[in-house]
Each structure stands twice: as C-alpha cells, then as structure tokens.
C-alpha cells in the first residue's frame, strides 16, 4: 500500500495481472472539490504503529494533556480542514498470539480515551473547524447519547459529526458486559437507535418551541415539545428530547460499515461515508455500489460525501518526503502490523513463522493473507521478501489504506487520481506522527490542493453540514430518508415503518 | 428558609417551639476552613426559578455559548473556589397539574445538556479549579463510565469529582427507557457499580504499568495490566481498564443520599456528602449520623467533607443586599416552586387552591407541606399569607436550603454559624442569577472568609483530592473502604464482598 511516488511515473492499474479500466475518468468535468478530515484516535498508534519511539512523536501526550488537542485543532482550522474525525473503541486487540500483549507493549489502540472529552477544549480555540466523533449504538441508551450529542452541537455551535459504529470487537462486548450481538443483527439494532435519535432532535421540538417569553414566563412552549413513545423491537423511550433544537438537530452523520448490511446502513442513514482501501481502482466498485443504493432510497447519490482512509508521506521535497518514510519505516513494527491485522481478520497470523517465506501456493494461506501480498505486489511496494515480518512491518505503515509518500504536488496528483478513478469526495488523512504529519498537510498539502481550485475556500465557516452542502444546509437535506421525522411531516402513527 | 440578616440579631434556633441546643459549639477549637463550591447546572433554572426573567440573569446563554462556561471558571478560580459542583438528570418535573408544562415555561431543570460536556473548555482556561459532575448508576454501563471519567481525570490533570446519583425521577426512567428500581435496590446496584470501578480504577494498572520503553519496544507492560474480572449480580465486565491511571485513579467521590440506604452509601463511598437543609440546627443529627457511620466503617468521619447547601445573596451593604433579594422577589416564580416542591415530594400541589390560606390545622394536609410551613416559620421567612402562591413563591427562591441575605460580614457570620452548629465543611453555593450571584461570592464573601482565616490559600493547587486532604493525596486515603482494591491490596478471590 505504501508508493514512492515518481514525477512522470504512471499509476500502476493491474491487479493480479488483470488490466483494471475504471468506467469513468471525468477528463473536462468541473473540478470537484476535496474534502479533507484529520484522522486521528484518543491513543497512542492509530493507523501506525510503533511510531511512538520516534522522539518527534507526540502521541502519547494525548493522554495527559489538553495542549495536544488545542493546538492540533488550532492547526488543522488553520488549514480550514473540514473536520478532525476521532475514531474510537471500547475492545483491545487481542487474537495475535491470542493475547493483548503485542497491542499494549506496540501500543496500538491502547491505552484509549473517550473522544468526545477534549472536544469543548477544541472548540473553545477554533471557530469554523468540525469534529466527527464515533460513538457505538451497541453500549450506550440512545436517550443518554442523543443528550450528549446535542449538548456537543450546541456548544460547537453545529459543528459536530457522529460517526455511527455498531462495535465488532469481542474484547468490547466483554468489557462492557453485553453478549457479542451477530453482525446482521447488530445493523438492525443499530437502525432502530437512530430512528430513535432521528425522532428525539427532529420530531420532539418545533423551531420555535423555545420562545424565552419573560412577559408571559414562557420559556419552552409546553405545545410545541412532543413526547416522543417510542416502544421497539429493542429500544424503549418516553420522553420529549430533553435539549431544545441544536444548529444542526442531527448532527451530521457519518458512518464506515464495508459489508452488504453495513452498505445499505448507509444508504438510509450517512451523510458521510468513510471507506478503505489500497487503490482507487479497487474501491471503484464499492463507492458506486454505496451510491447506486442511495439512489435506490430516493436521495442524490452526490450527497453522500464518500471518505477515503489514506496516510501521506510528504516533504517539500522528494529527498525530504524519502527521508520521512526511511524514518518511518526505521520505527514501523513488524509484530504490531500482525497484531492489528489479526484483531481486524480474526485470524491469528502468529501461526506463521516470522521469517519464514509465505509463498502463494502455500497449503492453506488465507485469503485475506493472500490478499494483503497481492495488494502490496499491485501497488508496487517494494519488500525484500514475502516474510509475516516483513509483511507486517508494512502494515504498520498506514496500514488501512494507500501511502503515498512524495512532494504535495506528488501527493496533490495521487489524490485528484483517487477523486477521479474511485469517485471519492476526500479523505481521512492519518498520522505517521503526530502533529508533524497533520503539519504537513496544512502547511504543504493544502496550499497545493487550494493552488489546483481543488479547496475550500480561505476561512470558511457554517455549521458541519453548511460546510459540506453549502450555506443554509444546517439541517437533514429533505431527500434524507430521516426527513420524514422532522417536526412538521412527522406522524406518529406512521413513524415505526 | 430566606433570612434577612440584621446586625447584632441572634440567630433563631427553636423549631416548633422546642429548644434546639446543638451538642457541640466548639469556642476555642482552631478555626475549620470553609470549603466552597459553586453549584450549577448545564439548564436555566436549578435552585431559583424564575428569575432567568430577569434581564441580567445569563442562564440561557449556558445552552448556546462555551464562553459561559469559560467565563465562569476563569472567575471561580479567581476566587480559590473548591470546584464547580454540576448537578444533572434525565428527567422532566411533571407531578404538578400531571404535567411537566409548569417546569417547561418556567425553565425548572429544562432543558438539560449533559454537564461532562464543557468540562475541558473550562480546565483549558484554568489551573486549579476541580469540577464535580454528575452521573448515575442507573442509567450507563459501568466500563463506559469509567472511561469517561478517566479521561477527563487525566485531561484536567486530576481535579475531577464525580457526584454519584442513582436517579429517582419516574420521568427519567421513561426516558431512557429502563423500568424503574425501587429505591433500596437502586443503592444496591450502585454499590456494586462502584466495587466495578474501584476494580477498573484502583486495581487493573500497577502504578508503574505505563513505562513507554522506547529501546525495547513496550508502551504499556502486560505483565502489568491486570484483567478484572468481575461477574456479579448486577454488572459483568472481563478486561483491565482501559486508560492507564489517572492523577487521582478513581475521581473525588460526591454523594448526596438522604436516606437511610443513602447513608450507609455515603459511609462506605463518599469521600465528600452533599446536604440540603433549612438550618444548621436541624441538619447537625443527621451530620453526626453520617460521621458516625463513616467512623463504623473504618474511617476518619472528619475525613467525610460535608457541603451543605446555600444560596446567599449578598451586598457589599445591607441595603444593596436587601435591593437584590427584593429583586429576586420580584422574579419569584410561585407556581414554579410548586412544581418543583411536587417533582421532589411527589406530592401535587395544584390541588390547593393558589390563593386559599392553608391552615396547619387542614385536615389531610400532608406532614411535607407542614413541615415546610414550620420551616419558613422557623426561619423567620416574612411571608404575607400561607397561600400556596406565597409558599411556592419562597420555594421558587433557593428553595433547596438557606437563603441568607447581607453583608459579606453577615453572611460569613452565618457560614461559620452553620460551621460550628452543623459541623459541616463548606457548601455547595447556588445562583439566584448567573454570573451575578458567583460574582459577589468570589468578590465579595471570599475576601471577608480569607480575612477571617477561614478560607483557601492564595492561588492554592493541586488534585481535588489534594485540595480537601492536602498535598500528596491525590490517591483515595488509606481508611476509605476502598483501598483494598488498590492494585498491592487486591485479591481476586476475595474482593466481591
């Protein structure tokens, strides 16, 4: 996944020998514009790891200190970055060796906090910059997080994203104390939480319920708040939505489910959709697939902003942006690679030697194992051997999706291919360290995207979904499946559907 | 329970007609410091209601703006304040009239955002001050819990406190959906939510667990990391926590059980008790009760900080003080001190007629309602009539303790009465009107309580547990039940007792 990129050097297009044409490259179409979102987790290694023993690396002070989180967010407005997007977990990584031992020592995903805690630091030192944060439907009552997410949007004064996670980790549903829900089924709770949720922000509170009316000590209209009665399959409310109307009601939402389920989620639910993958060319089908099912439940396929994973390397120079991966591959830990792909797979790669050569006629390679070597072969990383301790010291290395590593123009060209090719809308940009890589693409990146009309414009503000649908957009767009719950088309009897 | 203080005047101290002679007045005893809170709500009105009619009240302003938080800590700290005690609930106030319209138009406790929310905006901006949320046992996991409170442990290096509440609204329960538990079960659950987060907290990270080991590649150690298993009958979590140790561990324990079962909770857990009361005479049993049962659990019973509760109103002379409670008089809101009298008791009012004069020779007059008339008797409360307009009028005002009005001398004069007759250690102050009412707390009380040596260190700091018990404790102390769970005194098999 990882590519030195070359001046002149043509984006490789074969997978297994097969010549890959993607339908469409837009060649006089107007230029779409890049959204980008900073990636980050409230944890040490996020998408790289072993980083932390780079002396230039300041993860680790995530923990201990607000300073990390404001002035990351005081950089990344700076570089009027649509949002900083913080993943989260509740599990540990634990089926490498069939232990956390490898997670905690390289940690990865470990220790972790709550990403929703420094956010009003953040905002209280930025005015314009979003903050999507992830959230399970799995661990919490829908009441108790819709309280706190409309608190957040308040205070944010709209700028808050909610990344809908349904959990998968067995690890978290042990902590928490919940039986391990199956993955179908997870989705249909996880639709019925946000029915939940679309009827608490939308359908409890008109826009004028809150009329602060000192002559007549009116405060909130007692008429205009409905009690929602909700009685589900799974979930039970009784209540009015406890917060009058933030800016944006529903925050915006994004959301990351790869599978058929998770896909046709997204269809009724996101609003953003963030995806994986080591080349455009491969995620073509799945991005058109997400918006052929939009389309099929009657909403503009284009509004579905899509977000590709994806961690550059950048130097104002190519020797420069070299040096950055040599050091980066100095510190990328070969165990943690493993480790973080057998907690994803569920399957324990410590089974295999680490120095031993995996070789594709193998007896009984895995697939996934398989594809992962097929994956690096097609993106031309270069690896001395076919080793797991090779194999996972690249995975180390942004391991969720592509690496570009070379000057912005360099970079700038790799994103425009993937905008193209894949019809993506932007991307997650993660860290190789932290700030110095999120440094980079504000002070390199983006005034190359900018110089291309590729950018936001200098100093823009809104709300998080004015930013992302223009002006005026505060709100669910009216071809939302969840529209139906605003206030005034809102019918309780017909609302369960 | 409002007192025009008049110099010179003795305080009341007889209740219906009896004598109250409190057991100890210590005369020559050193001066005990005064422990001061401020005591507010992420909502409109929390102690007084009505007066957010008031043009300069800015309680509103606490939904949209992060600069009322902000604002506030910056002044709170100013004044060496203890820390910023947050109420909270998911609840509505809906037993008057059956109805939560009352609590709606005058703004009672609605509408509510979630008071972990602003907490980093404020610990950006300040140093020193702590701040005590609250957060029940009823209604979130445990281990998702204990995450979040690690986190803002950790963000706010230390000065978290955490007010534990078991929820008793009918209201809030419909709203998350959960059906509601009698009360004595509802301690019981809560007793075992606790030993979960003593276990997460105190037992699961050696202190030397996070070594972040460069050479050899070890963030956090394993070998280090205990797994708490812990399968009770109420909770079940299987893995360590998930954060490593925060400053304190396990935050300052608040806890306000009036009860019996609240108590014995507040013996075994509090490490700070939250009281309400209209007199220091008719508060002293139950302080002893509470020291006394802390001291059969083993512990110090002075080392259980006791707050009472207290919404002065002061002037810098009597005549401004008596200017501004004759304007919070004016903003009284009678019907809403009905309604939050109704909430709290249970019992609805609005079957009184406003205007009739209720006589406590009323057949089926309930002993509540009584014991209130009593009170405001015993207070020397100047009322025109027993109406329930005007009862509910004097509720609407502080309604939750005493209401001293005077001097910063006066009131002082009747902090260190409640002190000594008591034997409490600070308050939780309320508002009458925001900021104003903290406002001539830090200027004006404060300066009057350091002159008489009563009050905090100039620019004092440190964790809130140093804070109370002084410096190098920022861990739970030795005595508090608690400490067999420290990571030394744990053992496995013995620790569900």
Redesign the interface.
């Known amino acids: 996944m990882t590519e030195i990129l070359e001046p002149g050097k043509a984006s490789q297009s074969t997978l297994n020998g097969t010549r890959i044409v993607p339908e469409q490259v837009p060649t006089a179409a107007p230029k779409k514009r890049i959204l980008l979102n900073a990636f980050d987790m409230?944890t040490?290694g996020h998408m790289s790891h072993?980083q932390?023993?780079n002396?230039k690396d300041k993860a680790?002070t995530k923990?201990?200190?607000?300073t990390y989180?404001?002035n990351l967010a005081k950089l990344l407005e700076k570089g009027d970055i649509n949002a900083l997007f913080l993943a989260d977990s509740?599990?540990?990584i634990d089926v490498y060796k069939g232990?956390?031992?490898t997670a905690?020592?390289?940690?990865i995903h470990?220790?972790?906090?709550?990403p929703?805690?420094?956010?009003?630091?953040m905002?209280?030192?930025t005015e314009r910059l979003g903050f999507a944060i992830t959230s399970s439907t799995s661990?919490?009552?829908?009441?108790?997080l819709a309280?706190?997410l409309?608190?957040?949007d308040?205070?944010t004064?709209g700028r808050i994203g909610w990344n809908v996670v349904t959990s998968f980790q067995a690890?978290a549903f042990?902590?928490?104390?919940?039986d391990q829900i199956p993955h179908d089924l997870r989705y249909e709770i996880a639709d019925e939480y946000l029915q939940v949720l679309y009827k608490l922000w939308e359908s409890s509170w008109a826009d004028d319920a809150?009329v602060?009316d000192?002559e007549n000590?009116?405060?909130?209209?007692?008429d205009k708040?409905r009690t929602i009665h909700h009685h589900g399959k799974h979930?039970?409310?009784?209540?009015?939505h406890?917060?009058?109307p933030s800016p944006q009601r529903t925050p915006f939402l994004f959301q990351a489910g790869a599978s058929s389920a998770g896909m046709d989620f997204a269809a009724r639910h996101a609003e953003g959709v963030f995806v994986s993958a080591y080349s455009p060319a491969m995620l073509a089908p799945r991005v058109k697939e997400i918006r052929a099912k939009a389309a099929a439940a009657g909403r503009d396929p284009k509004s579905i902003k899509i977000f590709a994973s994806l961690t550059p390397i950048i130097g104002a120079t190519a020797e420069e942006a070299n040096e950055k991966y040599q050091d980066a591959l100095k510190y990328a830990?070969p165990e943690a690679g493993l480790a973080f792909f057998s907690g994803n797979s569920g399957i324990d790669l410590s089974q295999y030697d680490l120095d031993t050569e995996i070789k594709p006629t193998d007896d009984g390679i895995d697939a996934r194992i398989q594809s992962i070597i097929d994956t690096f072969k097609y993106t031309g990383t270069e690896i001395p051997s076919w080793t797991p301790r090779n194999i996972g010291k690249m995975i180390s290395l942004g391991h969720n999706g592509h690496v570009p590593v070379g000057t912005p123009e360099q970079v700038a060209d790799k994103l425009e291919e993937w905008i193209d090719v894949a019809d993506v809308d932007g991307f997650n940009l993660g860290y190789i360290i932290t700030p110095e890589s999120f440094e980079d693409i504000v002070n390199l990146l983006v005034p190359e995207l900018r110089k291309r009309g590729r950018y936001a414009p200098l100093g823009e503000s809104g709300t998080m979904r004015e930013r992302v649908y223009g002006a005026g957009q505060s709100k669910l767009r009216n071809d939302h499946p969840a529209s139906k719950f605003k206030w005034a088309n809102y019918k309780e009897d017909v609302d369960d559907s």
């Open positions: 409230f040490v072993g932390w023993r002396p680790s923990r201990r200190d607000l989180w404001t509740y599990g540990r232990s956390a031992e905690m020592r390289s940690g470990w220790p972790m906090g709550d929703a805690v420094p956010i009003t630091a905002a209280a030192v661990f919490e009552k829908p009441y108790v309280k706190r409309s608190t957040l308040h205070l004064k690890s042990k902590a928490v104390g919940i809150l602060e000192r000590e009116n405060y909130a209209d007692f708040i979930f039970k409310v009784d209540a009015p406890i917060l009058d830990s």
